[in-house]
C-alpha cells in the first residue's frame, strides 16, 4: 500500500520556467492537500480540496494552482517559477475535511528556482 | 516547539531514556491536535492525536499530554530507540475552521546509542 506519491522527488527549474507536481493517493481518501515547508517554519497550506470536484486557498495560494483530476490526483502547478517558491512541497490526504481527521502526507518534492 | 529564527530547538537523549517534547500552541480555541515525526528526506508521519475533551492519550511507547490552561502539547517517548531521531512537530485545528491546520515549526530529536 503506497499512501500518497508524489512526482517528481527532486527538480531543478529557472526562474520563469512552469511546472506540474504530481500527487496521487491510494486510501480513498477524500481531501487532499498542497503545503510547503521551509527551514525554521511549520508546514503552509496553499491550497486543499475538500472533495472531488472542489479546491480552495490555503494560506499561501500566490503563484501556484492545482487541479483534482480524480479521487485519487491532485496537481500543483506553478506557472512560471520565482526563487521564492524554493521549497519543499508535500502533498497529504485525509479522509474528510474535519475534525478529527490526520492527513497522511507523501515524502515531498524538494524544488530549487534559480 | 517554539521556531528559533532557522534553528529548529535540540533534544539530545540516550538510548533507553525517556524523551519529553513540548509545544506551546497558539489558539485557544484550538480542539483536535496532532503530533507528527518527521525523518530527514521523509514527510511527516502521523503519531498520536488528542481532542480538546481528553488531557492524556497514550500510544505504544508514545504519550500526549494536554493542558488547554496554558496551551500547552507534550509528546512523551518512553524507552527512546536510535529510530526516533527525527523532528517532532505538533499541529492543532478547530472544528470552527477545520480546513486550517497550524503546524508547529517542531523540535530535533537527537538518540544517542
Known amino acids: 500500500n503506497a499512501g500518497v506519491t508524489q512526482t517528481p522527488k527532486f527538480q531543478v527549474l529557472k526562474t520563469g520556467q512552469s511546472m506540474t507536481l504530481q500527487c496521487a493517493q491510494d486510501m480513498n481518501h477524500n481531501s487532499m492537500y498542497w503545503y510547503r515547508q521551509d527551514p525554521g517554519m511549520g508546514l503552509r497550506l496553499i491550497y486543499y480540496s475538500a472533495s472531488e470536484g472542489t479546491t480552495d486557498k490555503g494560506e499561501v495560494p500566490n503563484g501556484y494552482n492545482v487541479s483534482r483530476l480524480n479521487k485519487r490526483e491532485f496537481s500543483l502547478r506553478l506557472e512560471s517559477a520565482a526563487p521564492s517558491q524554493t521549497s519543499v512541497y508535500f502533498c497529504?490526504?485525509?479522509?474528510?475535511?474535519?475534525?478529527?481527521?490526520?492527513?497522511?502526507f507523501g515524502d515531498g518534492t524538494r524544488l530549487s528556482i534559480l | 516547539g517554539e521556531s528559533v529564527g532557522l534553528h529548529l530547538p535540540t533534544l539530545s537523549v540516550q538510548e533507553g531514556d525517556n524523551s519529553i517534547i513540548n509545544c506551546a500552541y497558539s489558539?485557544?480555541?484550538?480542539?483536535?491536535f496532532i503530533w507528527y515525526k518527521q525523518e530527514s528526506g521523509k514527510g511527516p508521519q502521523f503519531i498520536i492525536d488528542i481532542r480538546s475533551n481528553m488531557d492524556k492519550r497514550q500510544g505504544q511507547r508514545v504519550t500526549v499530554l494536554l493542558n488547554k490552561t496554558v496551551k500547552h502539547l507534550s509528546l512523551q517517548i518512553a524507552a527512546t530507540q536510535p529510530g526516533d531521531s527525527a523532528v517532532y512537530f505538533c499541529?492543532?485545528?478547530?472544528?470552527?475552521?477545520?480546513?486550517?491546520?497550524?503546524f508547529g515549526p517542531g523540535t530535533s530529536l537527537s538518540v544517542i546509542p
Open positions: 497529504a490526504s485525509s479522509e474528510a475535511l474535519g475534525y478529527g481527521q490526520p492527513q497522511h
Open positions: 489558539n485557544s480555541a484550538s480542539d483536535y
Open positions: 499541529a492543532e485545528t478547530m472544528k470552527t475552521s477545520y480546513d486550517k491546520v497550524i
